[in-house]
């Protein structure tokens, strides 16, 4: 089992930054794929980023790309999402999901993919 638990969420204005914490306990191996999803009132969770099991590749949804940045502190077991420039699109309420298998990138934008879920943490952007 692994958990995770999320942090660094809050309220700040357009074009400003956060990062998103999430720190992983539990069993955790040097196989897991690690990622971020984003979920708005009425919608699917959305896909933002992964980090792959060794950390050497990574993926974004297309409207973060050159804003968002994901990464991994091992001796941490934490994963970070640093996000700049933050826009009023990017409110929702922020996941970290963790998968104990290194998935292909196919499988790694898809939500129903992954077997470990933080609780959440909320992120507004006033414009």
């Known amino acids: 089992q692994v958990q995770l638990v999320e942090s660094g969420g809050g309220l700040v204005q357009a074009g400003e930054s956060l990062r998103l914490s999430c720190a992983a306990s539990?069993?955790?191996?040097?196989?897991?794929?690690w990622a971020w999803f984003r979920q708005t009132p009425g919608k699917e969770r959305e896909f933002v980023a992964v980090?792959?099991?060794?950390?050497?590749?990574?993926s974004y949804t297309d409207s973060v790309k050159g804003r968002f940045t994901i990464a991994r502190d091992s001796a941490k077991n934490t994963v970070y999402l640093q996000m700049n420039s933050l826009k009023p699109e990017d409110t929702a309420v922020y996941y970290c999901?963790?998968?104990?298998?290194?998935?292909?990138?196919?499988?790694?934008?898809?939500?129903?993919?992954?077997?470990?879920w933080g609780q959440g943490t909320q992120v507004t952007v006033s414009s």
């Open positions: 999901a963790a998968d104990q298998t290194p998935l292909r990138i196919e499988q790694a934008t898809r939500a129903v993919f992954y077997n470990y």
């Open positions: 539990g069993r955790i191996t040097g196989r897991h794929t």
């Open positions: 980090l792959d099991w060794n950390g050497g590749s990574t």
